[in-house]
């Protein structure tokens, strides 16, 4: 997970966590799991769907799932997960007008 923050540049960011899930436990617990057909075959699987969570005081405010039916895995419309959207999500939150 760390070279994937330091890909991203976040490497040791005070505000972002990157974290793994080998075993699936938190996927599961969260109904997140990509069992779909299509992916699998490309991926194996099960996998995890593709998302993003915004969480204050181990309380999950905001959680952005990217699928639809016809696009399982997310991969051609991943905007409802993408920084934009939670940054967006979360101004809502407090009350902070858009300026998108």
Avoid at 36 to 60: I, T
Avoid at 62 to 86: F, H, I, K, T
Wanted: charged share 25%; proline share 7%.
């Amino acid at each position: 997970m760390s070279a994937w923050a330091k890909d991203q540049g976040v490497e040791g960011h005070a505000l972002i966590s990157f974290m793994g899930d080998p075993s699936g436990e938190l996927t599961r617990a969260l109904d997140l799991v990509l069992d779909h057909p299509g992916p699998v075959s490309v991926l194996g699987g099960p996998r995890c769907k593709r998302f993003a969570m915004y969480v204050e005081d181990q309380v999950v405010k905001v959680l952005r799932v990217s699928e639809a039916p016809d696009d399982p895995a997310g991969d051609s419309n991943p905007e409802a997960s993408l920084a934009e959207s939670m940054i967006e999500a979360i101004k809502g939150l407090h009350g902070v007008k858009s300026e998108l």
